[in-house]
């Protein structure tokens, strides 16, 4: 059973940094790209980032160009988002969700059951 | 302002059919498959349609179509425990960047 479990989350005051990790299992991780996804309080699904099965293709929301960044370490099974300057706005529920394919325009499934990033003084 | 256009919200009665669309581009919808993802109550997101392809475990009530720079979520024989948001999503080549509808609340009356 494909499973993929974030950890990280948690308050952080505006200006500082966190890393998010998601743990797979269940599938051959380094054969199918990544992508995060939030959700801010009442908000909708936002795309924040994704990464290719080999690691080797990036790709960002203008939101969080050059604050964030996306990588996976396949020997560990395990995708990271280390996010930097945070703000306010980057509040939200952040999801990890598996892509169908190696690439990173092939749509989802599954997803991840979230961590709670709070940004706030 | 999302790049992809829902319906805000949708309603039906219990065994009714119902379609919930998404529309965008050539850049998005135009050139790759759609994925269709269900949120109850803001819990994690489900996939219950890619491109016109059902995941394991998502009943054959759901199938999902597109036309063009259109594509629909059609839900055959709705049941309560439909009632959720529902979100497309696809890949955007001009934007290099992954884009989602603002979600359709769909309530079975």
């Known amino acids: 059973e494909v499973q993929l479990v974030e950890s990280g989350g948690g308050l952080v005051q505006p200006g500082g940094s966190l890393r998010l990790s998601c743990a797979a299992s269940?599938?051959?991780?380094?054969?199918?790209?990544m992508s995060w996804v939030r959700q801010a309080p009442g908000k909708g699904l936002e795309w924040v980032s994704a990464i290719s099965g080999s690691g080797g293709s990036t790709y960002y929301a203008d939101s969080v160009k050059g604050r964030f960044t996306i990588s996976r370490d396949n020997s560990k099974n395990t995708l990271y988002l280390q996010m930097n300057s945070l703000r306010a706005e980057d509040t939200a529920v952040y999801y990890c969700a598996k892509a169908l394919g190696a690439t990173v325009t092939t749509e989802f499934d599954p997803w991840g059951q979230g961590t709670l990033v709070t940004v706030s003084s | 302002q999302s790049a992809l256009t829902q319906e805000a919200s949708v309603s039906g009665t219990v065994g009714q059919k119902v379609t919930l669309s998404c529309t965008g581009n050539?850049?998005?919808?135009?050139?790759?498959?759609v994925g269709w993802y269900q949120q109850i109550s803001h819990g994690a997101p489900k996939t219950v349609m890619f491109g016109n392809s059902l995941p394991s475990g998502i009943p054959d009530r759901f199938s999902g179509s597109k036309s063009g720079t259109t594509a629909s979520l059609t839900i055959s024989g709705l049941q309560p425990e439909d009632e959720a948001d529902y979100y497309c999503s696809t890949w955007d080549y001009s934007l290099s960047a992954r884009v989602f509808g603002g979600g359709t609340k769909l309530t079975v009356l």
């Open positions: 269940g599938f051959t991780f380094s054969s199918y790209a």
């Open positions: 050539s850049n998005n919808i135009g050139s790759y498959a």
